[in-house]
């Protein structure tokens, strides 16, 4: 009896203790993308981006215009190459053709690496946003909505950070009267 009475109080204080610390569990989340989006930064971000990519695409555009004249002075000339300028020809131009082949591919690892760099800054601004407004609200954790099944709207804290950053959100759309 005695046992079983030490393992109730035992239990009792775990649980009580167990209670107290989870009332002090404070869960928040954002809509991290959202709010990146309506930064003006990220109207920048896009537009510098564009210029990157154009500029990629236009040097993939002369590689593949300097290969098509190589192809074609190759054409006219090996007429009166000997056999092994032909073969050496042959083997610069195959290895021209696997460049361009490569250059899709390179070209989205080079954005994708631009990207990020862009990003980072923003990104910064944003994490250190929601850390001030956790702390200032006593968030113990901020969770990225999609991380989520259920959230309730009160625990969202993406209107404090629009807050923190000055930023408006979006005009939603009024109710459409036919509904």
Do not use: C
């Amino acid at each position: 009896m005695k046992q079983f009475l030490t393992v109730l109080f035992i239990s009792v204080g775990i649980l009580g203790w167990k209670s107290a610390d989870a009332q002090q569990l404070k869960i928040g989340y954002i809509n991290a993308d959202e709010i990146i989006m309506l930064m003006p930064e990220a109207s920048k971000l896009q537009a510098e981006l564009q210029v990157y990519q154009t500029s990629l695409y236009q040097n993939a555009n002369d590689k593949q215009k300097a290969f098509n004249e190589a192809v074609d002075k190759f054409i006219k000339d090996s007429a009166t190459m000997n056999a092994s300028l032909k073969e050496i020809k042959r083997g610069d131009l195959t290895k021209m053709s696997q460049e361009l082949s490569q250059q899709e591919q390179l070209i989205a690892q080079q954005l994708d690496q631009k990207r990020a760099e862009l990003a980072q800054p923003i990104q910064k601004k944003l994490q250190e946003a929601i850390e001030q407004i956790a702390k200032e609200n006593g968030y113990t954790y901020v969770f990225t909505k999609e991380a989520l099944i259920v959230h309730p709207e009160k625990d969202d804290i993406g209107p404090l950070v629009m807050k923190k950053l000055n930023l408006k959100a979006p005009a939603t759309p009024a109710p459409n009267a036919a509904n």
